[in-house]
C-alpha cells in the first residue's frame, strides 16, 4: 500500500480507495426531477435495493484538534488535508451493525477514505464518550497504518471528538460503469456530543434543511450521459462538507474569511 496520507493508487477494496467526488445542493423538486431521469442510467445499491425506501443511515463521530485545524483546512481549501472519524451505519445502539475507524482526505483533487474494522457491535459503545470513545477505539481497532496514524495524531495533536453526523443515504450505481457511484444524502443533522451513541440529553440541530447533498463518487471520468444530465438540470458544483456545516450549525466554529 502507498503512503497512508497521500490518497495515492492502493489496491481497489472497500476499505481503502482513492477517486473523484463531486457535490451538488438538490431542492426538493430538483432532487426528484434528477432523480426521475437518472433511473435510465442508475440502478439501486444492491445494499438497499430490497430495504424499505432504499436508504440506509450514516453516522460518524467526527476528531479534531483544540484549535479545529481540520475545520480551517477545509475552509481555507488546502490541496493535502484529511480528517479521522467513527463511522457506523445504524443510528441505534440496539442495532449490530459494524463500526469502522476511518482517515478521509484530499491530495490535489483526488478523495482518498481508509477504514479498519474495529472489534465489536455498535452495542459496545453504549455509555461510551470522551476519553472512553478514544480508548475503545485504541483497544478495539484492528492493526495496521490507520490505527498507528490515529494513535500519533491523538497525542500530537490532541485529537478528540467534537460532534456527531447523522443522515439518510440513497445510493445508485451506474448500469454501465461499476466505478460510477451516486449518492443522495438527506436528513442531515449535527449534534455536539463526545459520544457514538449519545443519551437524548444531546440534541440533534438540522443542517441545510429541506436539502440534499448529491455526491457523485467516480474513478477516472464522467461519462458522457451525466455531463448532459448535468446541462438539463443546471447543477452547479459547490464545496461543501458536512461536518464543517454541522460544525457552523451548532457554534462551534465559523469561516473567519
Not at 80 to 107: H, M, N, Q, W
Not at 110 to 133: P, Q, Y
Not at 206 to 221: D, M, N, P, S, Y
Request: with cysteine.
Amino acid at each position: 500500500m502507498s503512503n497512508l496520507l497521500t490518497g495515492e493508487e492502493v489496491p481497489a477494496s472497500r476499505l481503502h480507495f482513492s477517486r473523484f467526488e463531486f457535490k451538488y445542493l438538490l431542492n426538493a423538486n430538483r432532487r426528484v426531477a434528477l432523480e426521475s431521469d437518472l433511473q435510465h442510467f442508475l440502478q439501486y445499491d444492491p445494499f438497499v435495493a430490497l430495504r424499505e425506501n432504499h436508504q440506509y443511515p450514516v453516522r460518524s463521530l467526527y476528531f479534531d484538534d483544540p484549535r479545529y485545524s481540520a475545520f480551517h483546512d477545509k475552509i481555507d481549501g488546502l490541496l493535502s488535508r484529511s480528517k479521522f472519524r467513527v463511522r457506523t451505519y445504524s443510528s441505534s445502539i440496539d442495532d449490530d451493525a459494524p463500526v469502522f475507524l476511518e482517515i478521509k482526505g484530499r491530495t490535489n483533487n483526488l478523495v482518498f477514505k481508509h477504514r479498519i474494522a474495529t472489534d465489536g457491535s455498535s452495542a459496545d459503545w453504549s455509555g461510551l464518550k470522551g476519553e472512553a470513545v478514544i480508548q475503545s477505539i485504541i483497544d478495539r481497532a484492528g492493526k495496521g497504518a490507520v490505527r498507528d496514524q490515529f494513535c500519533s495524531d491523538l497525542y500530537r495533536k490532541r485529537l478528540r471528538p467534537v460532534a456527531l453526523i447523522d443522515y439518510q443515504r440513497r445510493p445508485y450505481l451506474s448500469k454501465y460503469d461499476p466505478l460510477f457511484r451516486l449518492t443522495f444524502d438527506e436528513c442531515l443533522t449535527a449534534t455536539h456530543t463526545t459520544s457514538l451513541f449519545p443519551t437524548r440529553v444531546a440534541t440533534p440541530k438540522q443542517v441545510v434543511a429541506g436539502f440534499t447533498i448529491l455526491e457523485v463518487k467516480f474513478r477516472h471520468h464522467l461519462p458522457s450521459w451525466f455531463h448532459r444530465v448535468i446541462q438539463t438540470h443546471e447543477l452547479r458544483r459547490i464545496s461543501i462538507s458536512k461536518i464543517v456545516s454541522g460544525m457552523e450549525t451548532l457554534g462551534l466554529a465559523y469561516d473567519e474569511n
